[in-house]
């Protein structure tokens, strides 16, 4: 597999983790 | 080489790498060590800059979630968000701190890895950070929230990529190691630095040419001898000596030029900056023709110059 790819898909996933952690946050406080 | 047709591996169609079986498992394995390997090509260089600053922004609506708890008056809440959003900040900070430690190591032919590897502890921090706000803002439980923050961790690891831990640089066979070359460097560099800051005093133009005229050649010879350090011992008297020289010189007669306006000493400080430049191009030709540097018999000739001169006492 291309590493660029790898990298790009690692990427993705830890700022889709982030994002949903610190949204779900919102949402409880909400 | 056709004689060795009969060690050639047994045939395995492309198919079998691309969709599985035990034969894509090694191409698989190559593309992940490829993609933590140290970015020799420059690769990650610029994303690295953007991509920290997407992290931030993917973790703020925890400062909304901190408004909303300041809102409904509870205080704590506005803490952890705030105290969590910092988390994630202090991470990408560091993240970015460890690739431009990289791209200076990179920059080098001879360097030792940073001091701390701030890229992987920067990927650590935002895994526990991920791993906190599981716990206590999005409140899923302690299981959910490690392995969510595992994930992060590893997740940043193969993006970012480990720091360089190494020294880098070959040791040659004549036992210079890549540390000596860097601090022959690095001192040359500051003494380089040195000359260009007390030739900036300098009111006589002409003078600052040839100043600035010997400083490049300085440095094209540091690039030179950086690609080839076998010769560093006796180049590092050279350098040493050539541009201590200079350097003194150069700072008294900085010092000095307005009590003796045009006398005597000014003709001295410039035949022995004419006299510098000549030998740096000598050097420099024989380096680029790979001669040996036959230093000795001319370091004595000037050491011997600038103590008689003096330039400048």
């Known amino acids: 597999m291309n590493p660029r790819l790898i990298r790009t898909l690692a990427f993705v996933v830890l700022v889709g983790i ?3 952690a610190s949204c779900a946050t919102f949402a409880q406080v909400g | 080489m056709s004689g060795e047709s009969g060690d050639k591996p047994p045939y395995v169609p492309n198919s079998a790498q691309r969709y599985g079986g035990a034969d894509a498992k090694p191409a698989a394995r190559a593309g992940l060590r490829n ?3 140290l970015d020799t090509r420059g690769q990650r260089r610029v994303r ?5 600053w997407f992290l931030v922004v993917a973790a ?4 909304f979630a901190a408004v909303g708890a300041l809102v409904s008056g509870n205080a704590i809440g506005m803490a952890t968000s705030l105290g969590l959003f910092a988390f994630f900040a202090f991470g990408a900070y560091l993240i970015r701190q460890g690739g431009e430690a990289e791209e200076a190591y990179l920059d080098r032919t001879y360097a030792s890895p940073p001091a701390t590897p701030r890229k992987l502890i920067g990927s650590l921090v935002l895994g526990a950070a991920t791993a906190m706000t599981g716990l206590f803002g999005w409140d899923i439980g302690v299981i959910q929230s490690v392995g969510m923050g595992a994930l992060a961790a590893g997740a940043s690891v193969l993006t970012f990529g480990f720091d360089p ?4 640089g070959e040791i040659s066979l ?4 890549p540390r000596m070359v860097e601090e022959a460097m690095t001192e040359a560099q ?3 630095e040195g000359i260009e800051r007390a030739a900036a005093d300098i009111v006589d133009a002409p003078l600052r040419d040839r100043l600035a005229k010997i400083t490049a050649r300085s440095r094209d010879i ?6 080839d350090p076998s010769d560093l011992r006796r180049a590092r008297k050279f350098l040493k000596v050539y541009l201590d020289g200079a350097l003194e010189a150069t700072r008294k007669y900085a010092r000095s030029q307005h009590d003796l306006g045009d006398s005597d000493m000014y003709l001295k400080f410039r035949s022995l900056l004419d006299d510098m430049q000549a030998t740096f191009d000598q050097q420099h030709e024989k380096l680029l023709t790979n001669d040996r540097i036959d230093l000795d018999v001319e370091i004595d000739v000037l050491a011997e110059r600038l103590n008689r001169e003096t330039v400048l006492q």
Not at chain 2, 48 to 52: I, L, V
Not at chain 2, 60 to 63: H, I
């Open chain 1, 18 to 20: 982030v994002f949903v």
């Open chain 2, 35 to 37: 993609a933590l390997r």
């Open chain 2, 165 to 168: 831990l190494r020294a880098k």
């Open chain 2, 48 to 52: 690295f800059r953007k991509r920290t």
């Open chain 2, 60 to 63: 703020t609506p925890l400062l």
């Open chain 2, 222 to 227: 540091l690039a030179r001898i950086e690609q």
């Open chain 2, 174 to 177: 004549s036992g210079v190691t």
């Open chain 2, 190 to 192: 500051e003494r380089i």
